[in-house]
Every structure is written in structure tokens, then in C-alpha cells.
């Protein structure tokens, strides 16, 4: 029992120890709004510190939620007028709208017959004023009083402009009754142009022309214009479906012209009669695509003509020049639209649009003909595909063999350069020349003979060879990396193998090895296509000769037995 009562003694003093330690420490003093702080840096020092506030009716809040909170509203409120404003700008502006009277529809002055009433006053609208170009002094002559002229200008120095102004527009008596009434504008004083009255003082002058000529007090404009349909579109269609030629237009005076002759241009050569033959189009857009120009978005005459053209234009590019420049490339374009036209007989004007589209087969050409030869290299000239030191070493070194000297032109290849035969007789030039023209009987080489026979043309010769060093190079390094085959990368390459080609010609002139090379080319290449021959062959539905004298021979003895015969009977 002892022991209880001492151990609730000694929990009862801690307690009252813990009580006590308590009631030194501080707690937070919470204030109102009622209550004033004397100390004037006491607000700063409860806000800095976070002191609570309170207030009535509402939870505790820190002055900083509220400063934030301010401004938030303002920032609100100058939102709300700047969205009033606005909706009183755009109230005015239609209230403006709907009070303004209606437009009026324009008037067609300009395609209708019509008088034109005043042309004084038009004229004198376009007169310049302040015109620096001199104007013509007319003298008097022999017979007439001088002092009916304007006097001429004093030619002694002046001080001011004001003094030039008056002794030009202070007239004397005689001069004004000459000239009658004259402005007195200060515009001007520079060159007044005289005026002479052959009428009464009182008449005002009447304005004249350029070669000094009274203008009329009427103008009559008269201009034909019968429109057959209702838009500009339904007109340029009913335009192109019946045409009016130029050869008619000009023999006949009942078809009015549009606009007159351009003084400048001449006359013009007439049209021959079989150009009336040939249809008048106009390019016409079936689909309004916002890219690049495209074929298909013509009408089905011009999907025609520029496949035609795109043709022509690859044609261009392998016989003439395979990396053009770009003015040669725009002839290109152009020659090859009006071959075009001549042979779908239509005659349409080249626009900017189909333009560009056949330009752009310049570049595809030539990547079509890289990409055709990329697989024929890689087996005709000996390269392999592995990734091992060996194969790479191998291929690094073949590359460079090739290009030394032309290499890849020999039938007979050798790293030496002086055991190498059979330039320009490499079995790939013939493959890959039958790969890009001579594929069946419709390609390119085969349906245009004119162009690439009956002796191969050399820029396409050259071509082939630039392209094949091209696809060497993508062995340089090992393994087969893309090349492309750009006009500025490869434009020289080409222009070298064409001066070779002459040098190897010129050289061999007299015995044509060249020559035969690409006739052989061109024969190989037209066999490959199944296209016939070009020289002609005896045909075996021609009677021979001995079959001729033969009939002859029968002819003559039929004829000698039956007035025999005649003879035998009348007797």
C-alpha cells in the first residue's frame, strides 16, 4: 500500500511539472479587425510572417490569398470591357452597313456601242499639268501685226519668283486682246501655251487634240460584241469546239477584230490553206489541285498532247543533249510541244503549268536510266555482295580499275591499261542500252527510227557510259551505297565522254570503227525489241523478171495465132 501511494505521489508531481513547463511557451496570437497596431511596420511584419486573420462570419484567410485574388478580379474586369467594346465596335460598324444604300450594278461601258458625250472634257482631264516639255512657239508671219502676239520674255535677271510670275502674267493691252481671257494660276507660269480666238472675245476656247485639231462635241463608239453564252467558260468552250481562224478572219470585213493591229508588228505571213485543218484548243483545267501541276488535272486534249510531249522530250534528252541546261531545256520543252500539236493536228498554246510538267521529265529520265543499269552493273562488271574485310577490299579495288581510263568501255578488261581490248564493245553498253530503249516493239528506240537509227546516236551513247559510272561509284567504298545521278555532279563526266567519242572517231576516221560500233548498237538493240528490220527486203509477191518475159512472150504469140485463125474463118 505504501508503495501505491508513493508511485501516484511521484505522477502526480510529474504532471504538474509538465502543466507548469507548459505554460511558458507561447502560443500564436490570433487578431481581429478591430484591432489596431500602433507600430507602423507591424502590417509588414504579419504579412511577411503569415499571420492568420480573422474574419467574421468567414473562415481565416492570409492577406497574400487576397492581394492575389485582387488582382485576378481586376484582371476579369478589364477582359469584360475590352468584350464590351468590341461588341459596340461591331454593332456600328453593321449599323453603318445596313444604313449605306445598296450598290448599284456597274455599267458596261466598254463592250456596247455607245456615244460618247463631252470628250472635251475627258481630254482636258488628261492634259498634265506642270508639264516640263517645251511647248511650240508659233511665229507670226511676214504679213501679219506683231503686236497681236504675246510679247517674248524679258531676258533680264531676276530677283525673286514673284517678279518672274508677274512680268509672265501681267499682259499688255494689246497682247490680251490677242490672246484673250488667260489664267492667272501660279501652276502655270513654267510654259503657258498660247492661245489664239477666231471667234469673239467672249467664246471660250475650245480644246484641241494632238495635231492641234478641234475634238467634236460627240464620239460615237461603235463595237460589236454577241455573246453566245452565259459564262467566260461556256465562250472559251464554244470557242474551241468551232473556231474562228485567222485566214478567215482576215478576208472577211463582217468579223469585227477584238483589238487593233499593234502598229509596230507588220503585216504577218497568211496562213497556208492546209493549217485551216488544224484545230484551234486551249489548255483547260478540270480540277483545281493547289500542288504542283499535275496531267490529270487537264481535260483529255491536253492529257493527250502532254503524254505526247513527255515523250518527245525523253527522245530530246537521249539524241541530243542529256543534261541540258536551262535554256536548252526550255527549247526542249518547246519542240517538243509543237511536235505535239502537229501530230494530234491541234493547235494549242503552251502554258506555264504543262510546262513544268514536261520539264520535270528531264530529271526523271535520268534516274530511270540509273536505275535500270544499278542491277545490270552489279553482275556485268564483277562486284559481289558480302560484308567480310576480303569482299570489300576486292570491291574497293575493282571500282577504282574501272574508272582508270574508262575501263568499264572494254570488252576485254584488264587492270593494265595496255592489255585492255575492245573499247567500246562492252557486252553491258548492248544490255543496257536494249533495257532503257529496246525493251519490246512499243519503246522509245523502236518506234522513233528517225531518232535513234539507223546509226545509234552518241549522246544516248555517252549517256549510257556516264550512267554506268555512276553505278560504279556506289561501289567505292565497299558496299553498294545510293548515288544520285544529278546533272551537277555528272554534267562533266557526260561532256568528257562525248569529247572522247569524237577524238576515237576522228581518229579512226578512215576506217568508220565508230560508225560501225553504233550501227551495230542500234541493229542488236531493234532485233532485241521484235520490232522489224529498217532495210527493206525483196518481197516474194513481186513477179521476177523471167516471169514477165515469159507473159510477154505468150501474149505475142496468142495474138500472131488469132488473126490466123480470123483469117480461116472468112474464107
Known amino acids: 500500500m505504501l508503495a501505491d501511494a508513493e508511485l501516484d505521489k511521484n505522477v502526480f508531481v510529474s504532471v504538474k511539472g509538465v502543466e507548469a513547463s507548459l505554460k511558458g ?25 503569415g499571420d492568420v486573420v480573422e474574419t467574421r462570419g468567414r473562415p481565416p484567410r492570409s492577406r497574400r490569398t487576397s492581394e492575389k485574388q485582387a488582382l485576378i478580379d481586376a484582371e476579369h474586369a478589364k477582359a469584360e470591357a475590352r468584350k464590351k467594346a468590341k461588341a459596340a465596335k461591331a454593332a456600328q460598324k453593321k449599323q453603318r452597313a445596313e ?3 445598296p450598290p ?3 455599267q458596261d461601258t466598254v463592250f456596247t456601242s455607245r456615244d460618247v458625250e463631252q470628250p472635251a472634257r475627258q481630254a482636258k482631264q488628261l492634259q498634265q499639268r506642270d508639264s516640263r516639255i517645251p511647248t511650240m512657239v508659233v511665229r507670226p508671219a511676214a504679213h501679219s501685226n506683231p503686236s497681236e502676239y504675246p510679247q517674248e520674255r524679258t531676258r533680264e535677271p531676276v530677283e525673286d519668283l514673284r517678279q518672274i510670275q508677274i512680268a509672265r502674267h501681267v499682259p499688255t493691252p494689246a497682247s490680251t486682246q490677242a490672246r484673250g481671257t488667260m489664267s492667272n494660276s501660279s501652276s502655270n507660269w513654267r510654259n503657258p501655251a498660247p492661245h489664239f480666238n477666231t471667234g469673239s472675245a467672249s467664246e471660250p476656247p475650245r480644246p484641241r487634240g494632238i495635231n492641234n485639231n478641234p475634238l467634236p462635241s460627240r464620239i460615237h463608239v461603235d463595237l460589236r460584241h454577241t455573246s453566245s453564252s452565259s459564262s467566260p467558260i461556256q465562250q472559251s468552250a464554244a470557242r474551241a469546239r468551232d473556231p474562228v481562224r485567222t485566214a478567215n478572219r482576215r478576208h472577211d470585213p463582217s468579223l469585227s477584230r477584238s483589238r487593233s493591229r499593234s502598229p509596230a508588228a507588220g503585216d504577218k505571213r497568211a496562213r ?22 499535275r496531267a490529270k488535272d487537264f481535260d483529255d486534249t491536253t492529257q493527250e498532247l502532254i503524254s505526247i510531249a513527255c515523250e518527245e522530250m525523253r527522245c530530246l534528252l537521249a539524241v541530243h543533249q542529256g543534261f541540258p541546261e536551262h535554256l536548252e531545256a526550255a527549247d526542249m520543252v518547246k ?13 494549242m498554246a503552251l502554258t506555264p503549268d504543262v510546262a513544268k510538267i514536261i520539264a520535270r521529265r528531264e530529271s526523271q529520265f535520268r534516274g530511270e536510266v540509273k536505275t535500270k543499269l544499278s542491277s545490270i552493273t552489279e553482275v556485268g562488271l564483277g562486284f559481289e ?9 576486292k570491291n574497293r579495288q575493282l571500282a577504282e580499275d574501272l574508272k582508270e581510263g574508262f575501263g568499264y568501255c572494254y570488252k576485254g578488261f584488264s587492270p593494265v591499261l595496255a592489255e585492255r581490248t575492245g573499247i567500246y564493245k562492252a557486252k553491258i553498253i548492248q544490255q543496257a542500252v536494249n533495257q532503257v530503249w529496246f525493251t519490246n516493239r512499243r519503246d522509245e528506240g523502236a518506234t522513233h527510227p528517225d531518232l535513234f537509227g539507223p546509226v545509234f546516236p552518241k549522246p544516248a551513247f555517252a549517256l549510257i557510259l556516264t550512267a554506268i559510272e555512276c553505278c560504279v561509284d556506289e561501289w567505292a567504298t565497299g558496299v553498294k551505297t ?10 562533266s563526266v557526260y561532256l568528257d565522254h562525248l569529247n572522247a567519242m569524237d577524238a576515237f572517231e576522228e581518229g579512226t576516221a578512215p576506217r568508220n570503227i565508230l560508225g560501225d560500233i553504233l550501227k551495230r548498237t542500234h541493229d ?11 532495210a527493206p527486203q525483196a518481197s516474194t509477191a513481186v513477179l521476177s523478171q523471167a516471169a514477165l518475159d515469159a507473159a510477154i512472150r505468150e501474149y505475142d504469140e496468142g495474138h500472131a495465132g488469132s488473126g490466123d485463125e480470123d483469117e480461116g474463118d472468112d474464107e
Request: proline fraction near 8%.
Open 272 to 293: 497556208s490553206p492546209e493549217d485551216d485543218d488544224v484545230r484551234v484548243a486551249q489548255a483547260q483545267k478540270t480540277n483545281n489541285h493547289s500542288g504542283r501541276p
Open 335 to 347: 519542240a517538243s510541244w509543237a511536235t505535239a500539236c502537229d501530230k494530234v493536228e491541234v493547235s
Open 104 to 106: 448599284q450594278p456597274r
Open 25 to 49: 511557451v507561447q502560443r500564436p496570437r490570433v487578431r481581429t479587425y478591430n484591432e489596431q497596431d500602433d507600430d507602423d511596420g507591424a502590417e509588414e511584419e504579419d504579412q511577411e510572417e
Open 524 to 534: 542488236i538493240g531493234r532485233f532485241h525489241s521484235g520490232a522489224q528490220p529498217l
Open 385 to 393: 555482295s558480302g560484308h567480310n574485310k576480303a569482299t570489300l577490299r
Open 482 to 491: 545510293p548515288v544520285p545521278f544529278t546533272s551537277a555532279d555528272y554534267r
Open 99 to 101: 444604313a449605306a444604300p
